[in-house]
């Protein structure tokens, strides 16, 4: 199991580092960094001074390099268009996208999971198509929609919750249910086919034949079979959920990654961008080795 | 005084197939006593399997007992409710062994606590007093380092040690009556021959009774005391093994034992073959399982310095073991997989400097398996006459009576030139996957175990059908199979190997009734004949 972890580790961290690299060498040689900084109206003379005083006429694998240590140092580079360290500008908006995500997810998780279950232990019962017909509606309904209808119904009629806005716990409710909302329709129809392929096995008629039925054959003999593919899902999710979601942050005005990442990208402000798309794709690499250790741990004949 | 442990009566069970009741098994009747020992014989489909799992309430979901009565010591058990039946019966009193032991465990658990959760189960003692259980009956099936065992999972035993733990499971409750569903189906000839002999051993010892599912006559007559023979859900008759073996009733059974008898019949002159056809010198060949960054790549001899002729006429079979490099033989004689080192000639030319299509108008192979080797969307007309529009360059008219001729050389009709393999049985898409081999009147057939997906009868049509061709066609047949049976009816001549080697070779029936190598005196003796009475 400790060979196999560190296995994982070091191919993620070989990831890790092809995506800096790519990253880093498209953003700097599709896009002229001067004179992004110099804004659109500046004279060559103006670009030029930039680029020798922010030192962008040195060899791109010097920058690189000196990019990547200022990482590791914990130097994330300084936002042109923010006036701030990108560092600082992370650690502002972060947490609410933190929040959203493991929120989002949480409901993700108590929708889809149950429901996974109960329509594959009564296939083509009304359970099963009432959890068909929640997949494929919240698969069809646009996030944007869902939360200005979300919004009209809970904190405009009814005002439970607050409108817009990130500054308690309360105010992440309703997003959490649109960004979870989202993720449902996978989560659950894997829980489904999993569960349904496990009840069918070998496995499951020995069990039966040894006297285990009902709830006690599923959470002892079946459950852990069933939510091996599950897991890879939610961390894809997760994943993407931590990579902020740009309409449903709009909408609901939380000050999070996702407006920081569209913003920045409007304002040309490479430093920033590039600093996201690394987390982002570091997030991504964590969650994926989570999930394959965590398979790996719960069926052994992945452990190779 | 034995009293009835057992005793079914008129069961019946059908399956709901979109809204049609399908009666499949009709009016099943059936007693045991206590530690007796019946055996159900019949092929595929015949509602031997079905029967036994309307007892034990483990049917599909579109299978239910249409009416009859179960009575277990006395007391109908038909009518009680599943709670009961699930807490009191199934693993408790009755307990199963399956067919396939590589997915019967539970691949995510310890072998050690799927035992202990089987005691617990029926059991209100300590989890210690389970673990000690479980090893006690670890140690009762003869596994070896059995505190080591017990923390290894499925995947980490091999198929007959699998099949150790899973009979384990099975009698760990102690049950009276114990069904064993084709056990040794699945694994390798020798080992049947061992879990079939421990199976044996323990009920007799534990004292239980038993009900001996197989497809396999001669297996049954050697363990069962009873036999019930069924076809298409019917009993056909039942009675003690002896007499139902000695005196047949039924055409069907008679029929089965035919098919025993057949193969068992004294072989005909050994034919004296010259002329070198192929030569096969000094080949190895070896797989590479990758490895990762931290493992390093571990390679598998399948094949190792393997030599010898097949002469033009002869039929040669390569018998062993999954697993002995005998199918690996047969790819490399095919074309299909290169070899590391060595030399295979044919014709005195290397059969590398043979194209594929000079090679295909040579060398054919017939496969085991029926249902996966024809193309589902191509019909048996456009299948059979492939290698002809690929190889030759005939007219269409010729190809047609060409195609024609080949069908009805194995038995089929021109009918079925239109119709789609799904639409045909076994037997008859076997047919057509030979029909389609000989149709380039190829000098060398391989067929790699042409039978074993079969049922007994068909099997035997088949092999007569291949006796024929070769006696007709006068074609070279490589048979590769692990059925010796089959060997000695079709052979001229065996190999015998084993982990990538050649054992023994010579003429078959020498190999047969005086084996010289430990191995093959152990595989020839796991075959269960049944003698013809004279």
């Known amino acids: ?304 | 005084m034995e009293t009835t442990l057992l005793e079914i009566k008129n069961l019946n069970i059908s399956f709901n197939v979109s809204k049609n009741i399908v009666n499949t098994v009709d009016n099943f009747s059936l007693t045991l006593k206590e530690k007796e020992t019946i055996g159900i014989v019949g092929e595929s489909g015949s509602g031997k399997t079905i029967s036994m799992l309307g007892l034990t309430r483990l049917l599909p979901k579109q299978a239910f007992v249409d009416k009859g009565s179960i009575l277990f010591k006395g007391r109908d058990i038909s009518n009680i409710s599943n709670k009961e039946f699930y807490q009191k019966i199934s693993g408790k009193k009755i307990s199963m062994i399956f067919q396939e032991p590589m997915t019967a465990l539970n691949p995510v658990y310890t072998i050690g606590r799927q035992l202990i959760s089987t005691y617990l189960f029926h059991n209100d003692v300590s989890r210690n007093s389970a673990y000690n259980r479980a090893i006690e009956f670890l140690d009762k099936v003869q596994l070896t380092n059995v505190k080591e065992r017990m923390a290894q999972y499925p995947h980490q035993l091999s198929g007959g040690q699998r099949q150790r733990v899973m009979i384990a499971m099975a009698l760990i409750n102690s049950p009276e009556l114990l069904i064993a569903d084709e056990p040794t189906t699945a694994l390798d000839v020798t080992v049947q021959k061992e879990i079939v002999g421990l199976i044996q051993k323990l009920i007799e010892n534990l004292g239980m009774a038993m009900i001996f599912i197989s497809h396999d006559l001669g297996l049954v007559s050697k363990t069962c005391e009873d036999i019930i023979v069924m076809e298409k859900g019917l009993i056909l008759e039942s009675g003690k093994a002896k007499d139902v073996l000695t005196r047949p009733k039924e055409n069907y059974t008679k029929n089965l034992l035919k098919c025993l008898w057949s193969l068992d019949v004294d072989h005909k002159k050994i034919n004296e073959y010259r002329t070198l056809l192929l030569d096969v010198k000094d080949i190895s060949k070896s797989y590479q399982l990758p490895g990762s960054i931290l493992k390093p790549k571990k390679v598998i001899n399948a094949v190792r310095n393997v030599s010898f002729e097949i002469f033009k006429g002869e039929t040669l079979a390569i018998v062993g073991e999954s697993g002995s490099g005998k199918s690996t033989v047969a790819k490399i004689i095919n074309g299909l997989t290169k070899m590391d080192s060595g030399d295979v000639l044919l014709e005195g030319k290397k059969i590398d400097s043979y194209s594929p299509l000079e090679r295909a108008l040579r060398i054919q192979p017939v496969f085991q398996d029926p249902y996966s080797t024809l193309n589902p969307n191509h019909t048996i007309g456009f299948i059979v006459r492939r290698p002809l529009l690929l190889n030759t360059s005939l007219s269409y008219d010729e190809i047609e009576t060409k195609v024609a001729k080949t069908l009805d050389l194995v038995g089929l009709s021109k009918n079925f030139i239109n119709r789609f393999p799904s639409q045909l049985s076994g037997g008859q898409r076997q047919r057509v996957a030979i029909a389609r081999a000989i149709i380039l009147e190829p000098k060398i057939l391989i067929c790699d175990e042409p039978t074993s997906s079969l049922d007994v009868t068909i099997q035997s049509q088949i092999l007569d059908l291949l006796n024929e061709l070769k006696a007709r066609l006068k074609i070279t047949i490589v048979l590769i199979s692990h059925n010796i049976s089959v060997v000695k009816f079709l052979s001229d001549r065996v190999l015998v190997m084993n982990n990538g080697e050649i054992l023994e070779s010579g003429n078959t029936l020498n190999i047969i009734n005086k084996p010289k190598n430990n191995y093959t005196k152990k595989l020839m003796s796991a075959i269960f004949t049944v003698k013809k009475k004279v």
């Open chain 1, 1 to 304: 199991m400790l060979k196999f972890v560190a296995g994982r580790f070091l191919v993620s961290l070989a990831v890790a580092f092809t995506i800096s690299f790519v990253t880093f060498f498209f953003l700097n040689i599709f896009t002229d960094p001067a004179q992004a900084v110099a804004g659109e109206e500046a004279l060559f003379e103006e670009i030029e001074q930039i680029r020798t005083q922010y030192g962008f006429d040195r060899p791109i694998l010097t920058r690189y390099f000196e990019w990547l240590g200022g990482i590791f140092t914990g130097d994330f580079g300084v936002s042109y268009y923010w006036n701030k360290p990108v560092g600082t500008l992370l650690l502002e908006r972060a947490p609410q996208t933190i929040k959203l995500a493991l929120m989002s997810v949480s409901v993700t998780i108590m929708v889809a999971i149950p429901l996974g279950i109960f329509a594959a232990l009564n296939p083509n019962s009304i359970i099963d198509r009432f959890a068909l017909s929640v997949a494929v509606s919240a698969q069809a309904i646009p996030n944007f929609w869902l939360g200005l209808i979300l919004i009209i119904i809970f904190s405009v009629t009814f005002q439970i919750f607050p409108v817009s806005g990130d500054k308690t716990y309360y105010h992440f409710i309703l997003p959490s249910i649109v960004l979870g909302t989202s993720s449902v329709p996978p989560v659950m129809r894997l829980m489904r086919t999993g569960l349904l392929d496990v009840i069918n096995s070998d496995y499951i008629r020995t069990a039966r034949s040894i006297g285990f039925s009902g709830w006690r054959l599923v959470t002892k003999h079946a459950l852990r079979n069933a939510v091996l593919p599950v897991i890879s899902v939610v961390a894809v999710q997760l994943g993407h959920k931590f990579g902020g979601s740009l309409i449903t942050e709009s909408v609901f005005a939380i000050n999070g990654l996702g407006r920081l990442a569209l913003l920045s990208i409007l304002g040309a402000d490479i430093p920033t961008v590039q600093i996201l798309i690394f987390v982002f794709a570091i997030t991504f690499i964590v969650f994926n080795l989570l999930s394959d250790i965590l398979n790996a741990y719960l069926d052994p004949r992945l452990r190779l």
